[in-house]
């Protein structure tokens, strides 16, 4: 990643203070992850980790397998992070660990609105991905909170190389796109029920792809914990 963009982030974190008082937070979710694809319909156990911790001069966190430190910016954040596809939501068919900087927007609801661009550590499967994902709650009824997720990337002609997918076209050419519509009850609570519901595009070998619709069953517990109290 560019020396330059690190000091950028620094110089951020340094000259805007951060929530330092916020509580430490810790979500897990295991849930069944359902997607139907041209041979049938795969299912794998999916385990998801959310948690943060922050300090005067930024937030360490992990999130869907980013592991990094994000610092307040204009309009929201900036971060710098590394990922294993294997465990990151944004992978693809790889095991390629990857750098990534990312700055993201702060929308209505607690919802964020985020681009970045990751770039392979080492010389196996290299390339670049350019990551966008945005995170909005819609709603509460009926005790259910309501939200709609985004996530997606496009990758550089080195990286579709690579792959072995398509390496015409431009210089990024979609990878991966998702979105999903979730549910999950009761609000607010510490062990919560998620459901969600959506679709999966997915570029393949030999210029191809394939499509189709993707959900989500699970469990969720969430826990904050407070400075110098343990919970």
Same mark, same amino acid.
């Given at each position: 990643?560019?020396?330059r963009?690190l000091?950028?982030?620094?110089?951020?974190?340094?000259?805007?203070?951060?929530?330092?008082?916020?509580?430490?937070?810790?979500?897990?979710?295991?849930?069944?992850?359902?997607?139907?694809?041209?041979?049938?319909?795969?299912?794998?156990?999916?385990?998801?980790?959310?948690?943060?911790?922050?300090?005067?001069? *930024?937030?360490?966190?992990i999130?869907?397998?980013?592991?990094?430190?994000?610092?307040?910016?204009?309009?929201?954040?900036a971060?710098?992070?590394v990922?294993?596809?294997?465990?990151?939501?944004?992978?693809?068919?790889?095991?390629?660990?990857?750098?990534?900087?990312?700055?993201?927007?702060?929308?209505?609801?607690?919802g964020?609105?985020?681009?970045?661009?990751?770039?392979?550590?080492?010389?196996?499967?290299?390339?670049k991905?350019?990551?966008?994902?945005?995170?909005?709650?819609?709603?509460?009824?009926?005790?259910?909170?309501? *939200?709609?997720?985004?996530?997606?990337?496009?990758?550089?002609?080195?990286?579709?190389?690579?792959? *072995?997918?398509?390496?015409?076209?431009?210089e990024?050419?979609?990878?991966?796109?998702?979105?999903?519509?979730?549910?999950?009850?009761?609000?607010k609570?510490?062990?919560?029920?998620?459901? *969600?519901?959506?679709?999966?595009?997915?570029?393949?070998?030999?210029?191809?792809?394939?499509?189709?619709?993707?959900?989500?069953?699970?469990?969720?517990?969430?826990?904050?914990?407070?400075?110098?109290?343990?919970?």
């Open positions: 990643m560019p020396t963009a000091f950028v982030l620094l110089a951020l974190g340094l000259s805007q203070a951060a929530l330092a008082d916020e509580p430490d937070a810790l979500s897990i979710t295991i849930g069944a992850l359902s997607r139907k694809v041209p041979d049938g319909i795969t299912t794998r156990l999916q385990t998801m980790v959310e948690a943060h911790h922050d300090t005067a001069y *930024g937030r360490g966190y999130d869907d397998g980013e592991f990094g430190w994000a610092v307040p910016a204009p309009g929201g954040f971060a710098v992070g990922a294993n596809e294997r465990l990151w939501g944004y992978g693809g068919p790889s095991s390629s660990n990857m750098a990534l900087l990312r700055y993201g927007f702060d929308l209505p609801q607690d964020t609105l985020s681009f970045g661009l990751a770039d392979r550590i080492g010389s196996h499967t290299p390339g991905l350019a990551v966008f994902g945005l995170d909005q709650p819609i709603t509460t009824w009926r005790n259910t909170d309501w *939200g709609f997720s985004y996530w997606g990337t496009a990758a550089d002609r080195t990286r579709r190389e690579s792959l *072995g997918n398509a390496s015409y076209g431009g990024y050419r979609l990878e991966q796109g998702n979105w999903m519509l979730t549910a999950t009850y009761p609000s609570a510490s062990w919560q029920l998620v459901a *969600g519901a959506g679709t999966r595009w997915e570029a393949r070998p030999d210029n191809g792809h394939q499509s189709g619709w993707q959900t989500l069953l699970g469990i969720r517990w969430n826990a904050q914990f407070h400075a110098g109290t343990g919970s």
